[in-house]
């Protein structure tokens, strides 16, 4: 079936850094990219949509010169969040649109001290 | 604006118990409806869809979700839970004319032995 690696699955960083999350789709191609942030307990909120050789589009609230979304390849999008600041520290999801539906990476646990 | 609400955020049931997740969505337009499960440290997997057609879904490891459009819900059942199916439940809507995924807060269930 689809498979959907993202890296890393957890980093640590110091506040002000910047940190890129890489989401890669092994066997199929995504036009389509879908990034997550998921709060303890909570649902999982839609940050961005990344379309391949195209602009990301992102939702209210989100800053895009924050999380910056590249979607270079049919396989491969990165979210890198800049300069990152304690309230980044979050769980973040990422969801790849295939033929066969949804397929979601297994989440990078981003921790900012 | 668009929501999902799941009304249980934590379901405690013993082993052979039957389930039922409330999930209400607000949305008046055409809708696809999905339920995902989480395990502990795992990625979101797929349990079943609807998209059209018989409104009653049946989905892997005995769960099924029945679609009540005049109630804009999509409830997921299962007759007699197991212990393995202790996991975060999340129910999903994506309207028609987007390729969003809209998640509810998740239900997280645990299943006593």
């Known amino acids: 079936g689809a498979v959907v690696s993202q890296h890393p699955s957890w980093v640590i960083c110091k506040s002000g850094t910047s940190v890129k999350i890489e989401c890669r789709s092994l066997?199929?191609?995504?036009?389509?990219m879908f990034w997550y942030r998921q709060f303890p307990k909570q649902s999982l909120m839609l940050m961005a949509t990344s379309n391949e050789g195209s602009k990301a589009t992102y939702e209210q609230g989100v800053e895009k010169d924050k999380f910056l979304i590249n979607h270079a390849s049919l396989t491969l999008s990165t979210l890198t969040v800049t300069s990152a600041h304690p309230e980044d520290s979050s769980f973040y999801i990422c969801s790849a649109q295939g033929e066969n539906g949804y397929t979601f990476g297994s989440g990078t646990r981003l921790t900012v001290v | 604006a668009q929501s999902v609400s799941q009304h249980n955020h934590h379901v405690i049931l013993s082993e052979a118990a039957s389930l039922e997740l409330g999930c209400n969505y607000s949305?008046?337009?055409?809708?696809?409806l999905f339920w995902y499960v989480q395990y502990p440290g795992q990625h979101l997997q797929l349990l079943l869809k609807y998209f059209s057609g018989d409104p009653l879904v049946k989905g892997i490891k005995g769960f099924e979700a029945e679609f009540i459009k005049s109630k804009f819900s999509f409830n997921l059942r299962k007759p007699s839970v197991q212990w393995s199916d202790t996991a975060e439940y999340f129910c999903?809507?994506?309207?028609?004319?987007?390729?969003?995924?809209?998640f509810g807060q998740g239900t997280t269930l645990q299943v006593k032995p």
């Open positions: 066997d199929f191609q995504a036009t389509t």
């Open positions: 949305y008046g337009g055409t809708v696809n």
């Open positions: 999903a809507v994506k309207p028609s004319n987007t390729g969003k995924l809209i």
